[in-house]
């Protein structure tokens, strides 16, 4: 099996660049290889390698500069979706495609299923709902996998943040008031190459939008607090998303109802909590 995995530097493109290999023959771009915001070079891309599976690990993920960038976030998350959507139709590959809690309102107080009404809040959330509507009317075999407040060792996220403040300062003041659920990018590699190791026609089977998250949830203060333990400091304060205004306005609740994956594939995420202590042993072994 040939598989095409595109933003193979970041989080989740990184930890999928060192599993997928065992299951196929890899062609792996990050930006230098393909610019996801090239239409003409995706479309190259997908002729060139002619995969049979496609896992799109690469978007445009800066939420608040995004409110000013809007059209190269939605020629990353919708325009390239689209593009290799349509060009995996026409050589019957199957796309595994990346999404976003924040394609909901965050009023809702209950897990989301993935017909639950979407109304994103900011560019970001517009931009890849618009990827999502535009890989479902292709006509591709897609499997729409979305997901939540992902972190791992490398790259940009809160995990590292708070992992760096916590060395250098006595309080943490975090928002309290949104409600989701963390994912280690590792769980969410580890669970997308079960799926590629299925094939691509047992994956086209099961076509469709999928909410992809460990379980349970907590707000940002408590992933926070979770992540710092039990050490006296840092004191770690709750504070309303009022006190820590952000050019992007984030849903509230985000929370992801995942009996669908485990319905349909037999296998879901783990607790975010086990999740995070793998992560932080990991992170105290590679010390
Ligand atoms: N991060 C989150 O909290 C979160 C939450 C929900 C859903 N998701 C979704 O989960 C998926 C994986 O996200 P992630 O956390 O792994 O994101 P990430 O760490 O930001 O990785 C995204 C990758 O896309 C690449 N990229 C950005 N613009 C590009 C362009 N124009 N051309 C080519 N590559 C480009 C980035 O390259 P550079 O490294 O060069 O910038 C990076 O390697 C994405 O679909 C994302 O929307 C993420």
Redesign the pocket.
Known sequence: MRILL????????GELAKLLPAHGEVVAM??AA????NADAVAAAMRATKPDVVV??????AVDVAERERDLAFA??ARAPQVLAEEARRIGAVLL??????VFDGRGASPYDEDAPTGPLNVYGQS?LEGERAIAASGAAALVLR????YGLT?R?FFLTIRRLARDRDELRIVADQQGTPNW?RTLAEATTRLVALGPGALAERAGLYHFSSTGSTTWHGFAQAIVGDQPKPVVTPIATSDYPTPATRPAYGVLATGKLERVFGFGLPAWQDALAACLREERQSQ
């Open positions: 595109t933003g193979s530097s970041g989080q989740v493109g990050d930006r393909l610019d996801l915001a799109n690990a690469g978007a445009y993920t990353v998350n495609h990346y999404s976003t809690d924040y890849k997901t939540s407040w992902v790259g996220n990018s």
